[in-house]
């Protein structure tokens, strides 16, 4: 494997130096994602989420959804909460809230890692805001996505639950208004944000090198079945925002679906480095179901829409650099990272 790697490495420096600019490219337009897509719908919540969790808010403000979801999965209210958070607020709040729980000696990593497989999901923002009004041209595309993915999820905990109790230890009772709850908040969640961004920064170079390798154009003939979206799949499998490149052809409501809820190569590295080293076996296992169950929920979901108008639709999904967006982005990156090196300062 080590050998293995090490060609890789030589063939990603000779790709570096030889293309520099289909790697500018790449980077640049995944930095345009980030800040234009990624940061405006995901930072506030993984903020929020870390803050409802460490000050313990969520096991009152959620109970409305929590009680019912508790009786239904037999599993504790607070687990409800977090399975909750993580398919409401985007792929790593869910790896982010389990791993402070077992930071916490609250949760065992054995608990965590079977949590995990259902604390997985694309936020309403994004699928929403990006997909449904993007690609088929309406914000009631997106919601039907959402329900689809969240059924899946919702069948995921179904069958985690059957195979057995997970413990949680109980916490404070007192909720911790503090302002350094808020302050650890805001630091997860800006921890979160740049492991992120970096993660998808990195895979875009990797894309444009697989693409002048030729593995874009083999995998395009393996999925060629799938007619138009033939080339958007194999790059969606990669990095997930690429499903917004997906055209609304017949089938395509259900492979946004299942492309959703199996993230792909780059989110499930997300989850990786945010997971604070509990075991990812279950979580990949679960990824094809998941992907299949989403697919098979969208079906049904999808004949109560109205056909998409193809030709209304935006004939292109890049976005332009530096608008309101990206500008109020820099900002939230630029005062996160000061805020990090602020609380790595006192620490040392």
């Known amino acids: ?16 130096i030889t293309e520099p600019q289909t790697v500018s490219a790449a980077v640049g337009a995944a930095v345009g994602d980030c800040l234009e897509v990624i940061v405006p719908s995901l930072f ?15 096991r009152v403000a959620l109970r409305p959804l929590t009680l019912p979801l508790s009786k239904l999965l037999r599993m504790d209210e607070e687990l409800c909460a977090v399975f909750v958070l993580a398919n409401v607020g985007g792929y790593p709040v869910g790896a982010n809230l389990l791993a402070e729980l077992v930071r916490e000696g609250r949760l065992s990593e054995d608990g965590a890692s079977r949590m995990l497989c259902c604390c997985f999901g694309s936020g309403p923002a994004f699928i929403v805001g990006i997909v449904g009004v993007r690609v088929f041209g309406s914000a009631a595309a997106g919601l039907a996505l959402f329900a689809a993915c969240f059924a899946s999820s ?16 109980r916490g404070a009772e007192v909720p911790d208004l503090g302002s350094g709850t808020f302050i650890s ?18 895979f875009s170079a990797v894309t444009a090198l697989l693409g002048r390798l030729g593995v874009n154009a083999l995998m395009e003939r393996l999925f060629s079945g799938l007619g138009e ?21 017949v089938g395509a409501f259900p492979l946004c679906a299942a492309l959703l809820s199996l993230g792909g190569a780059c989110v499930i590295m997300q989850v990786g480095a945010l997971s604070g080293g509990i075991s990812l076996k279950r979580f990949l296992i679960s990824r094809l179901p998941a992907a299949a169950l989403s697919a098979l929920a969208a079906l049904p979901l999808e004949r109560l829409l109205p056909p998409p108008d193809v030709q209304t639709l935006a004939p292109g999904s890049a976005v332009e650099p530096f ?21 790595r300062r006192e620490r040392s």
Not at 44 to 58: D, E, K, N, P
Not at 154 to 169: E, F, Q
Not at 323 to 343: D, F, H, Q, R
Request: glycine fraction near 4%.
């Open 1 to 16: 494997m080590k050998y293995f790697l090490s060609i890789l490495a030589v063939i990603a420096a000779v790709f570096l």
């Open 44 to 58: 506030a919540f993984t903020v929020l989420a870390a803050y409802l969790q460490r000050s313990g808010l969520y």
């Open 154 to 169: 919702l069948i995921m905990a179904l069958i985690v639950r059957s195979r057995g109790a997970i413990d949680l230890k």
């Open 185 to 202: 908040s805001v630091t997860s969640g800006a921890r979160v944000m740049f492991t992120v961004c970096a993660m998808i920064t990195g």
């Open 229 to 249: 979206n033939a080339a958007a799949v194999f790059s969606a499998m990669l990095e997930v925002t690429r499903v917004k490149a997906i055209v609304p052809t």
């Open 323 to 343: 608008t309101g967006n990206a500008l109020l982005s820099l900002c939230v990156l630029a005062m996160c990272a000061i805020l990090l090196l602020e609380v």
